[in-house]
């Protein structure tokens, strides 16, 4: 049973596929229902409503079992049972289910059953823009001869595009270029392609390739593109000669460049390709020298030394080069060498005038003129020039290279009479050269300095009885100067003391200054004297300077002592009266002497060179007092005879004597006895003793009254001045003034004597106090002057005489 089951299943599906197709075929008759729906719609999309489209309602389309089928394809829809809508099963490509048939449809059938029913429907899926134009190859080459004429066309490869209608490729485009344009064409099948027209002739040279975007448009909206490169390349053809970089060429070659030296590389191109660019480089038309000189590569263009440059005989080269092509073009350029110099000349010094002699005190003076030069040239014969910066010169350029030394102020030729200048001359290149030029300039004297003493003054001692013509000394004064401005010469000058005789003292030799005493001078009668000196140079105008010479007469011992007390005059000898009664000691007289020199040689020594009793008397050396060496006694002669012995200290030492008469008297009333031997002259002696003291007493008495009445008017004047003209005398010490005391009496010279009368004291007394000694005219006093005396006079005042 159960195969004969199996069998008659088969038999009904056989029978119901058998009708199935006979249906579809009569459906297929009738005109089909038509749907569509754009590509890449999502499934589930919604495509139509069968219920409606079959005019079903809702249960009779469910209840007569509505099935959606495909014959032979896949089928892509779904039907909803229960609302009857047509829905997309999944998303539909249109170019992957139609490729680039168009338009795309997707056949299928509506099946009904109880009652059996068919319908016939097509589904077109419509093409969207969802591909852009694609270029199977990127890059395209084309080759186009330079040659090629405007309006040459080229075709190039399509693009492809998958979709269809409208949304396939529509035209083609390049970007804008000078050459060439696009035209789209259409082959016999539909499709369009792209092709190039040449609008203007291609120069290689000048382009030797072009880049072109191709860009391919569909006709979408918006529409899609593709591209792709195209890339050109201009055939050559010899139609360019070579031309070099730079038609003109300036090296700089050192003169001291070695042999084989690359002065200079050439470049020539040419702008054609393959043999027709092929260059070789040629000297053109060179002299002698030259091809002696340079060598060129002909295939790098290297220009070399073939000899030694000399800059100094060849500055510059111009050598014209040649480039050929492999065809019959050629180009020129010109090389001008500049041979630059090498710092192998050390600048010179041209000297155009030189003054060596330049005198002092003058301003900014011209010295010398030079020019400077360089045989080298640029940085190498630029020069700079200068000297010493310890000289008081200065360089100031005048002219191109020439220069002016002068003096940078006046020159002192006493501070500095030669000076050597070093002119430094130095060029600018490297290693630096340099040349240096010594000069000597000597300054010349001006008399402008006066002679000058070694000193202000200057002070001569001449020994007195001196030769005539003694050379005393020497004053000695110098110039700074020089030549005759230096010369001195020597005189004196007038003497301010009009009665000083110096013609007749001293002269002066006018070449060295020496002084001469014309006689013998005399130190008692002249001590010293003064007289100016001049110096004068031999300038001119002569310049003069003086100084003072003090000449001393030095003292010498040719004045014996001479006695003043007891006085050595011829007359009756001086008796001195000397009482028994005298114990030792007693003052019996004092001998008083002079010596008319000075210093040592008047220094006096007083001696006992004889006497009656030697033993009796004896003298002090130092102020010639005679005193008794004992008592006296009865015994002792009545008379006595001294003779002392003055000698002063001199050398040698000169002396004199003089005798002294003592009587012994037993009191001072006993008559006066005079030696036999005086009696002739007694009486004569006795009447000028008489005469000589009423003078004395009466010059005295009139000296006193004089001073007292002097010093009197003098107080009452003071006095009047300070208390309205009431004459007072005031208490203190009275102003001492000078009184003088001419020479009378036993005295030969005139003395002078300061006066002071003190009061308030007891003893009012008058004091001389200091004796102003005149010239003794050769005698000076001896020690026994120097001493001090009291005495009274009658008016109770107490003398002192110093």
Not at 257 to 279: K, Q, R, Y
Not at 316 to 323: C, G, K, L
Not at 588 to 612: E, H, M
């Amino acid at each position: 049973m159960e195969p004969s089951g199996k069998l008659i299943c088969r038999q009904r599906q056989v029978l119901f596929s058998f009708l199935l197709l006979l249906v579809l075929s009569v459906a297929g008759a009738a005109e089909p229902r038509r749907y569509s729906v754009l590509e890449e719609t999502e499934g589930s999309s919604f495509v139509t409503n069968l219920a409606k489209d079959l005019g079903l309602g809702q249960r009779e389309l469910s209840r007569r079992g509505v099935r959606v089928v495909s014959k032979g394809n896949k089928l892509h829809l779904e039907l909803d049972q229960e609302t009857g809508d047509l829905l997309l099963s999944e998303k539909l490509d249109r170019e992957e289910l139609c490729g680039h048939t168009e338009p795309c449809v997707l056949r299928f059938q509506v099946l009904l059953e109880s009652p059996l029913e068919f319908f016939q429907a097509e589904l077109q899926v419509v093409d969207i823009n969802d591909h852009s134009p694609v270029f199977l190859d990127k890059e395209m080459l084309l080759q186009v001869s330079e040659s090629s004429p405007p309006g040459t066309t080229f075709p190039l490869k399509n693009a492809q595009d998958v979709d269809v209608g409208r949304n396939n490729i529509d035209n083609y485009i390049i970007n804008p270029n000078a050459y060439f344009r696009v035209l789209t064409r259409k082959r016999s099948d539909g499709r369009k392609y792209p092709e190039l027209v040449l609008d203007k002739a291609l120069d290689r040279e000048e382009e030797p390739e072009l880049r072109l975007t191709l860009t391919a448009l569909d006709g979408g909206s918006p529409p899609r593109s593709g591209t792709a490169q195209v890339y050109i390349e201009v055939v050559d053809v010899n139609d360019n000669a070579p031309e070099f970089e730079q038609p003109f060429y300036r090296v700089q070659v050192p003169e001291d460049s070695p042999i084989g030296f690359l002065v200079v590389t050439v470049s020539a191109t040419d702008v054609d390709i393959g043999i027709n660019g092929e260059i070789s480089y040629s000297l053109f038309q060179a002299s002698e020298e030259i091809s002696n000189t340079f060598g060129i590569n002909p295939l790098t263009g290297e220009i070399q030394l073939k000899k030694q440059l000399d800059f100094e005989a060849i500055q510059s080269y111009e050598v014209n080069i040649e480039a050929r092509d492999g065809g019959s073009f050629s180009g020129k350029c010109t090389v001008l060498i500049q041979v630059t110099d090498v710092n192998d000349h050390a600048p010179e010094v041209t000297m155009s005038a030189f003054t060596s002699l330049i005198p002092e005190n003058l301003p900014e003076t011209v010295v010398a003129v030079f020019s400077v030069s360089d045989l080298d040239s640029e940085e190498n014969g630029k020069i700079s020039c200068s000297i010493q910066d310890d000289v008081p010169f200065f360089l100031k350029s005048s002219l191109e290279n020439f220069y002016t030394l002068l003096t940078e102020r006046p020159l002192d030729r006493e501070s500095r009479d030669e000076y050597n200048i070093t002119i430094t001359v130095t060029d600018l290149g490297t290693p630096r050269l340099k040349t240096q030029l010594n000069m000597t300039v000597l300054v010349s004297d001006v008399n402008d300095n006066a002679p000058a003493f070694s000193q202000s003054s200057y002070t001569l001692f001449v020994p007195e009885n001196n030769s005539p013509a003694l050379h005393i000394g020497s004053v000695s004064a110098t110039d700074r100067d020089s030549g005759a401005n230096a010369q001195v010469t020597y005189s004196l000058l007038p003497p301010r003391d009009p009665h000083l005789p110096l013609a007749s003292l001293v002269s002066i030799n006018a070449d060295n200054g020496q002084l001469f005493a014309l006689r013998s001078l005399d130190f008692e009668a002249l001590r010293a004297f003064e007289f100016r000196v001049g110096a004068a140079d031999r300038g001119s105008p002569a310049l003069r300077s003086e100084a003072l010479v003090r000449v001393a007469v030095l003292d010498d011992n040719d004045n014996p002592p001479f006695v003043l007390y007891p006085p050595q005059n011829g007359s009756a000898p001086c008796t001195e009266l000397l009482p028994r009664a005298a114990e030792a000691g007693y003052l019996v007289s004092k001998v008083v002497a002079v010596d008319g020199d000075s210093g040592q040689n008047a220094w006096l020594s007083f001696q006992l060179l004889k006497a009656t009793e030697p033993g009796l008397f004896s003298v002090w050396p130092h102020n010639g007092e005679v005193r008794t060496a004992r008592p006296l006694g009865e015994r002792d002669a009545a008379r006595h005879r001294l003779v002392v012995l003055v000698r002063d200290s001199g050398e040698p030492a000169l002396s004199a004597s003089v005798t002294l008469h003592v009587l012994l008297v037993d009191g001072f009333s006993q008559p006066y006895l005079p030696p036999p031997e005086a009696a002739p002259a007694q009486a004569q002696a006795d009447s000028l003793t008489v005469y000589l003291v009423v003078a004395l007493a009466a010059v005295s008495s009139l000296f006193l009254f004089s001073v007292l009445l002097f010093v009197a008017v003098r107080l009452c004047r003071r006095d009047r001045a300070a208390s309205g003209g009431r004459c007072s005398v005031p208490e203190g010490r009275f102003p001492g003034h000078l009184v003088d005391v001419s020479g009378a009496g036993t005295l030969s010279q005139s003395y002078q004597y300061e006066v002071c009368l003190t009061g308030g004291s007891g003893t009012s007394e008058f004091k001389f106090l200091k004796p102003i000694l005149p010239n003794f005219q050769g005698h000076s006093p001896g020690p026994e002057m120097q001493e001090s005396s009291n005495f009274t006079n009658d008016f109770g005042f107490n003398i002192h005489l110093k």
